[in-house]
Antibody, heavy 117, light 112 residues
Framework: QVTLKESGPGILQPSQTLSLTCTFSGFSLSTYGMGVGWIRQPSGKGLEWLANIWWDDDKYYNPSLKNRLTISKDTSNNQAFLKITNVDTADTATYYC?????????WGQGVMVTVSS | DVVMTQTPVSLSLAIGQPASISCKSSQSLLGTSGKTFLNWILQRPGQSPKRLIYQVSKLYSEVPDRFSGSGSETEFTLKISRVEAEDLGVYYCWQGTHFPLTFGSGTKLEIK
């Protein structure tokens, strides 16, 4: 059974760095072809893809967030991470991680993040 | 970026009625591999997205066969043969052929 669960700080202030963790089970990021992606959704709005990381440590980022994103993984502990630097109120959203096996197939429950002064 | 345009924005249907959602992309989604990475997901109220269809028309194993997907290149359709109560929510198409991955703006299905 594949499960993913996101965790994060809940609330942070503008200009801080947002650190998110995706803890998963039912698959391994050391398996050929496997990956994890991050997607976010502001309240009541649509979905925005942020970044992917694959078993071989290949990474793809959404250029719209320029150089603010860093994705990484800890294969031994079945975790993936996303950092977003210099956050502002526009980064307020629910953040999801999802398994990649060809496509984003299984999604986590999401974690709400609020950026507020 | 590939723009994904979904219509209609919302649907209000009675149980048992058919549903059809259109998704159009600003570029062809046919990849160099010969595969078309057009997918559909459903987000029920208060829940995270759930997978429905991948590569245009392939249903995930847990998805009822009243769902079907079709299309090619830039025009795609999700159909539900007979809507059931559990089908309510927002349907999104998304493409995985070109980076960045992009999503449609969603179609909200309400049950009358």
């Amino acid at each position: 059974q594949v499960t993913l669960k996101e965790s994060g700080p809940g609330i942070l202030q503008p200009s801080q760095t947002l650190s998110l963790t995706c803890t998963f089970s039912g698959f391994s990021l050391s398996t050929y072809g496997m990956g994890v992606g991050w997607i976010r959704q502001p309240s009541g709005k649509g979905l925005e893809w942020l970044a992917n990381i694959w078993w071989d440590d290949d990474k793809y980022y959404n250029p719209s967030l320029k150089n603010r994103l860093t994705i990484s993984k800890d294969t031994s502990n079945n975790q993936a991470f996303l950092k977003i630097t210099n956050v502002d109120t526009a980064d307020t959203a629910t953040y999801y991680c999802a398994r990649i096996r060809g496509e984003l197939d299984y999604w986590g429950q999401g974690v709400m993040v609020t950026v507020s002064s | 970026d590939v723009v994904m345009t979904q219509t209609p924005v919302s649907l209000s249907l009675a149980i048992g009625q058919p549903a059809s959602i259109s998704c159009k992309s600003s570029q062809s989604l046919l990849g160099t591999s010969g595969k078309t990475f057009l997918n559909w997901i459903l987000q029920r109220p208060g829940q995270s997205p759930k997978r429905l269809i991948y590569q245009v028309s392939k249903l995930y194993s847990e998805v009822p066969d009243r769902f079907s997907g079709s299309g090619s290149e830039t025009e795609f359709t999700l159909k539900i043969s007979r809507v059931e109560a559990e089908d309510l929510g927002v349907y999104y198409c998304w493409q995985g052929t070109h980076f960045p991955l992009t999503f449609g703006s969603g179609t909200k299905l309400e049950i009358k």
